[in-house]
């Protein structure tokens, strides 16, 4: 079978999204303490690792398979390991499959930075792909529940969904808010000046990595050269005008704008046109993604009012401009054929209902099963560090490693030191 120029497109797509959870790694590792940085990174490359095998072995068949219970997901046994599709060019839309569920799951890990076991990181990792992502990508992208066949999307409407807004960013942010609350806060929560990112440069670093990648990521299905420029310019202007709606928030409440400002506008921007990056003229996604931008953040506020310690605020962002993206489709989802749209083109409530019953049902299901999850690690192997490994520092505790080496060859706990006095 002849190679032709949209499979190459596509596999430069997921090679561009693959990128995305390095980008991540980088990104949160900014953003998060020295003492804890090496681990956060760590929790994106060991995502990329897990998901891989399971994607392979039942992942893409339960996204994508033959339906089982009701359109909840597929048969993890149709395409189980991928054998039977080898030698035809659906390889290369299983591989782009699953660069989202990589980085979907490792979005989650900022919320829990600086506390969390790697060893129950790594359980949750495989759950809560096979029993929570995969299920959800088959309902809205495999022919399931949500689906314009499925019991939901043909009641209330086929919501749009182009490329995560429920599957990736709202499914990602509501796990991590049920995450947060099992595990609780870091010992110093909520003090002045307990938390600054450790390392700017490297934020800036990642949202470059993370916006050049999303241009794979959202336009890795387009279907035409048309839609490709749409989407194209779409994921250009809606970060770009969420980065200045969230700098004017800073300047407006704190006095100055900030460089990690900056770095979140953008990711919040991303997050929004993600569902509605091939729906909105690029004026509806500069409308978007202002909104997005000063959304999100004012809600990164909301973790001190709700005692929630989302740490790299995964919920202000991921959560709340995911939402925003994808109820945002209701009101400004361009006609089609100049019939149908959202309600500011004249298209009724029709395509809105859609979009709030999938993002309400999609709450609902990660809620539900992300606690269940959580609550069973927490209840066994436990989800959270020691208050003694926290204080010394999640890196050299679990890793034997730290990020920088500034100071004397031996600090943290006495068991730590004499370990690596060990290894000298």
């Known amino acids: 079978m002849e190679l032709t120029a949209g499979d190459v497109w596509v596999m430069v797509s997921a090679a561009l999204v693959l990128l995305m959870t390095p980008g991540l790694a980088f990104f949160y590792g900014g953003l998060t303490r020295a003492k804890a940085?090496?681990?956060m990174m760590m929790m994106s490359f060991v995502s990329i690792g897990m998901v891989g095998v399971i994607w392979v072995l039942w992942g893409f068949s339960m996204s994508g398979g033959d339906s089982v219970i009701g359109g909840l997901f597929g048969n993890p046994l149709t395409s189980f390991g991928m054998s039977d599709i080898v030698g035809?060019?659906?390889?290369?839309?299983?591989?782009?499959?699953?660069?989202?569920?990589?980085?979907?799951?490792?979005?989650?890990?900022g919320a829990v930075a600086d506390r969390t076991k790697f060893s129950a990181w790594t359980i949750f990792v495989p759950v809560w792909v096979t029993l929570v992502y995969c299920p959800l990508a088959f309902m809205v992208w495999g022919g399931g529940l949500l689906s314009a066949d499925g019991w939901i999307g043909s009641t209330f409407g086929e919501a749009v969904d182009f490329a995560g807004g429920t599957v990736v960013h709202i499914n990602a942010g509501l796990a991590a808010l049920v995450l947060v609350?099992?595990?609780g806060q870091r010992s110093d929560f909520g003090k002045i000046g307990f938390h600054k990112p450790h390392n700017i440069p490297l934020v800036m670093l990642g949202a470059a990595l993370l916006w050049f990648g999303w241009f794979g990521f959202n336009g890795g299905a387009a279907g035409s050269?048309?839609?490709?420029?749409?989407?194209?310019?779409n994921t250009m202007v809606a970060p770009a005008a969420a980065m200045l709606a969230w700098l004017l928030v800073e300047q407006i409440r704190d006095g100055r704008p900030t460089s990690v400002g900056a770095a979140s506008g953008v990711v919040?921007?991303?997050?929004?046109?993600?569902?509605?990056?091939?729906?909105?003229?690029?004026?509806?996604?500069?409308?978007l993604g202002l909104v997005a931008g000063a959304v999100s953040a004012l809600a990164i506020g909301l973790k001190y009012k709700f005692g929630y310690d989302d740490a790299l605020d995964v919920v202000g962002v991921h959560l709340v401009a995911g939402l925003i993206g994808t109820v945002g489709i209701g009101f400004l989802m361009l006609p089609t054929d100049g019939e149908g749209g959202g309600?500011?083109?004249?298209?009724g409530l029709d395509q809105l209902t859609a979009q709030v019953v999938a993002a309400v049902f999609t709450m609902v299901f990660t809620g539900v099963l992300t606690a269940v999850i959580g609550l069973a690690i927490a209840r066994t192997i436990g989800f959270r560090i020691s208050a003694e490994d926290e204080e010394a520092g999640v890196d050299r505790i679990t890793h034997g490693e730290t990020a920088y080496e500034f100071g004397p060859l031996y600090s943290g706990t006495a068991a730590a030191d004499e370990q690596e006095k060990a290894n000298v």
């Not at 035809?88 to 989650?108: H, K, N, R, Y």
């Not at 919040?268 to 409308?287: D, H, M, R």
């Not at 309600?343 to 298209?347: I, N, T």
């Open 268 to 287: 919040a921007g991303l997050v929004a046109i993600t569902p509605a990056c091939a729906n909105l003229s690029p004026v509806g996604s500069i409308a």
């Open 343 to 347: 309600l500011f083109y004249g298209g």
């Open 88 to 109: 035809t060019s659906d390889l290369i839309a299983a591989g782009f499959g699953a660069t989202f569920a990589i980085i979907t799951v490792a979005l989650i890990s």
């Open 225 to 233: 050269a048309e839609e490709a420029g749409l989407i194209w310019v």
């Open 37 to 39: 940085s090496l681990n």
């Open 181 to 183: 609350y099992i595990i």
